[in-house]
Structure formats: C-alpha cells, structure tokens
C-alpha cells in the first residue's frame, strides 16, 4: 500500500533524449515536491505544487518542466537530457504548503544519461 | 552557499551505546528542523522535528537538541541499534517559505 510511488525506478537513455518520470501518492496530501539528489549527495528542492498550482520553481534549466494533471500526481518531464542530469529524483508529498509540514517522499528516481 | 552542514559523513557506534548526529546552519531565520533517515534504494522518512521556540524534542530513543544561538542542531539516538545503520539528513525551514533545505548527510553505522 505505497503512500507515495515513481515510476520507473531506474532509467537508463542516451543525452538528447527526452524522458518522463511519473510520481503518485494516496494520501490525499494538497502539494507535492521534486527533488534532486546529485552525486555529492545534495538534496535539493526543485518544485512544488500546490492543489496543482506552481509554488516553487528552483533555477532549474527550462528543460525540465513539471506537470500536476491533479492533486495525486506530479510528472517531471526532462527534455534534450544532458550527462549532468544524471541523479537520483525525489518526489514527496505534504499535507499542505508550508515549512512546518513532514513530506512523505517516494522511493526515488535512479536517471543515468550515457 | 550551503545553508544547512553536516560535516561528519560518516559516524560508527557501537550497539547499545549513544549515536550523536550533527547539523549547523547559518540562516537565522531558520524556524524548524526535522531530522530524515534514509536507507539504500528507499526515500527519506521522517524521524522527529523540533520547532524553534523549544530547545529539546523527545521521541522513544530519539531526542532532537537545538541550540539557536550556537545555530547548531544534534540528533541523540539512545540506545542505538543496527537497525539505526542509514543515512541521516537534517532539514531547514523558514517561516513563509514553502521548502526545506536538506543537509548532506551522515551515515551511521551501527556495529552490531
């Protein structure tokens, strides 16, 4: 019974193409969260979505563009992917906007870009 | 510009005794904290947060101490486990924004 799930787990593909990780939760949570884990170990935020608006928007290249169709779902598509995008993505869930709210985060996202 | 440091990497225990995990930070209008465990091929869960008008928050083994003026943070595990044994984050909010900024990590390791 995941509470917040992505798919796929891994994903291996060549620079220059463009991917889509979906991500879902269950737990009828208002604003769901992308994250980034690089190979330094970084964890940083890159967006967020309140009842499907944007609330955060990091600098994050114009490739990567986030998609809330509702509550329960936020896709990250990645277009003309380069080697730098290779991390690990995290998508998290929060009963509602606000620094004081637990997140609830899926198990992640492994990107290698050959 | 780091906001939030764990300067230890790693940290080993052994089972029974106190694990103590550290977190600094520089941006004083940081108003809560939370402390996150994170096992291999797992996301993040949730462990214990603290607001900043306490300075001690208590939950089972796990006691989470602040000390606003140092902007210092520890995470007392009390007795530790090998179950214990992943990666800690602390994380960072302010009042009015939307977001936490994460700490790079501290792994554990428990010795059995």
């Known amino acids: 019974d995941t509470a917040v799930s992505q798919t796929p787990k891994y994903l291996v593909t060549q620079m220059g193409n463009d991917k889509s990780i979906k991500c879902e939760q269950n737990l009828g949570h208002d604003t769901m969260y992308w994250y980034k884990q690089d190979s330094k170990k970084f964890l940083k935020i890159m967006f967020s979505?309140?009842?499907?608006?944007?609330?955060i928007n990091e600098t994050v290249p114009n490739r990567f563009s986030p998609k809330s169709p509702d509550k329960a779902h936020l896709n990250l598509h990645i277009n003309s992917l380069e080697l730098g995008d290779s991390a690990v993505y995290f998508c998290?869930?929060?009963?509602?906007?606000?620094?004081?709210?637990?997140?609830?985060f899926g198990p992640g996202t492994r990107l290698t870009v050959l | 510009d780091q906001q939030v440091k764990q300067n230890s990497p790693s940290l080993s225990v052994q089972e029974g005794r106190i694990s103590i995990l550290n977190c600094d930070y520089t941006n004083s209008m940081f108003d809560y904290f939370l402390w996150y465990k994170k096992y291999p091929a797992e996301g993040p869960t949730f462990l214990i947060s603290i607001s900043s008008i306490k300075d001690k928050n208590e939950d089972g083994r796990f006691t989470v101490f602040l000390n606003k003026s140092a902007k210092h943070l520890s995470l007392h595990i009390v007795p530790s486990q090998p179950g214990d044994s992943a990666v800690y984050f602390c994380a960072a909010s302010a009042k009015g924004t939307y977001k936490y900024i994460f700490g790079t990590g501290t792994r554990l390791k428990v010795l059995a």
């Open positions: 979505y309140n009842n499907k608006e944007l609330i």
């Open positions: 998290a869930s929060s009963t509602q906007a606000g620094g004081y709210n637990e997140q609830f």
